[in-house]
């Protein structure tokens, strides 16, 4: 229960070596589609981002004009 919760010391896992040292295709691939997803996604929250400051920035000249 104490090594669940961190407050004992858990034995220091080996270094993996040899031919299983490396990722899987499949988790290459895994990483690849998240990293895409992910830069996809950022990409739309900062399009909408700017997209809101025109919208509004827009809104503010024409009462300021007004």
């Given at each position: 229960?104490?090594?669940l919760l961190g407050l004992a010391r858990r034995a220091v896992p080996k270094a993996?070596?040899?031919p299983k040292a490396y990722p899987?295709?499949?988790q290459r691939l895994l990483a690849l589609?998240?990293?895409i997803g992910l830069?996809?996604?950022?990409?739309f929250v900062l399009a909408a981002a700017v997209g809101i400051m025109v919208?509004?920035?827009g809104f503010l000249l024409?009462?300021?004009i007004s």
């Open positions: 229960m104490l090594r993996v070596v040899g899987q295709w499949w589609a998240a990293l830069v996809v996604v950022i990409g919208v509004v920035a024409e009462n300021a």
